[in-house]
């Protein structure tokens, strides 16, 4: 018998469905409970125009869909599931979904709070609480092994682009070292190759480095980053690092990446002066779009422009997103698509 062939595929594929899970009034965006739901629905609205939305909710099931529906939600194309969860970073405790012989199988890995820096026990139970009401289409393994969607990328082609950093932070895996973290990779994604990096990092960033807040696949051949170029920013020499690294690094067919330079926003800071992790990596792809973090920031167009050549026959949408950095993450950490068909309306 000839073992199944797997494939992760890239984010631009066909989408079934995206994930959220919605935040709790009395979660940690509690002070910016109100701000950060006005974001979901955003977010929620513009994902509905082009595919359907599973949300991992509360209890209150009959309010969020009337607040869905006010924000210009189309609630033809919304599941919600009543769900406990600690937080809304569905990237981190949602599933990642491969296809073994051309069927969806979600993969189920340990999230641990990145390294136990938060408590993730109801997060770390989400994607088989949904699957014990039927909100997934395929079968879910669940894998002994600490591992966030935001931590990996795939070009849908045999490559995994990670950072050491995340992958092999003592808090994760510590009974592995990276030999063996990369066969693992290989094998349950079906990848030949692991690109890894080991710069690139944004200041407040609770992830250990997650690839998705600096280094982002937007084709086969096309990676997108995180650049600096203001030396008196604390960030430049790292940036400067990664960038080295990127253009080092070679396509399937030996060739050089094209690399889109995306400025760094202005900084900012929460009320008690930390930095908080604003930049436009954190994308999400969608079946007709991209959906692209902004904040309130003069180069949010200039991220934009940038951006809109590389996704031809997609809409590049700007998100306010400056609720979601309050907690330290972004637009693509909040979200996990779930490849598949398309439903056909």
């Known amino acids: 018998m000839t073992a199944p062939t797997t494939v992760l595929p890239a984010e631009w594929a066909p989408q079934r469905a995206v994930q959220l899970t919605w935040p709790r009034p009395d979660g940690d965006f509690a002070k ?3 701000a950060v739901e006005d974001t979901f629905v955003a977010i929620a609205a513009a994902i509905t125009r ?12 009959q309010e969020l869909g009337r607040k869905l529906l006010a924000g210009g939600v189309d609630p033809r194309r919304v599941d919600l599931y009543p769900a406990p ?10 599933p990642i979904t491969v296809f073994r012989d051309g069927r969806p ?3 189920d890995f340990v999230f641990n709070g990145w390294g136990g820096k938060f408590d993730a026990a109801l997060d770390n139970q989400l994607t088989r609480a949904l699957a014990a009401q039927d909100a997934w289409q395929a079968p879910v393994e669940t894998l002994d092994f600490v591992l966030e969607g935001g931590g990996i990328e795939s070009d849908g082609l045999g490559t995994l682009l990670t950072t050491e950093r995340c992958l092999l932070a003592p808090t994760r895996n510590p009974q592995f070292d990276k030999a063996q973290i990369e066969e693992k990779l290989k094998g349950w994604f079906g990848v030949q190759r692991v690109l890894w990096l080991k710069h690139g990092d944004l200041i407040g960033d609770d992830t250990d480095g997650h690839i998705d807040t600096i280094a982002r696949f937007c084709d086969a051949t ?3 980053y995180q650049a600096c170029d203001d030396e008196q920013d604390p960030h430049y020499a790292d940036l400067k690092a990664m960038e080295a690294e990127l253009q080092a690094l070679r396509t399937l067919d030996g060739e050089p990446y094209k690399l889109v330079p995306l400025p760094l926003p202005l900084p900012a800071f929460d009320e008690n002066g930390k930095r908080l992790p604003a930049g436009y990596p954190n994308f999400l792809i969608l ?6 973090p902004t904040y309130g920031d003069p180069n949010d167009a200039v991220a934009l422009q940038r951006l809109a050549p590389c996704f031809p026959g997609r809409e590049v949408l700007g998100i306010d997103c400056r609720a979601l950095i309050e907690q330290y993450g972004s637009l693509h950490c909040v979200t996990m698509q779930i490849p598949g068909a398309p439903r056909e309306d």
């Open 222 to 224: 096309t990676i997108a």
């Open 32 to 34: 910016h409970f109100v």
């Open 287 to 292: 079946n007709g779009a991209v959906l692209v």
């Open 85 to 94: 969860a600690n937080d809304v970073w569905a990237r981190d405790h949602g």
């Open 105 to 107: 199988v979600h993969l």
């Open 50 to 61: 082009f595919e359907d939305l599973i949300i991992a909710c509360g209890d209150d099931v």
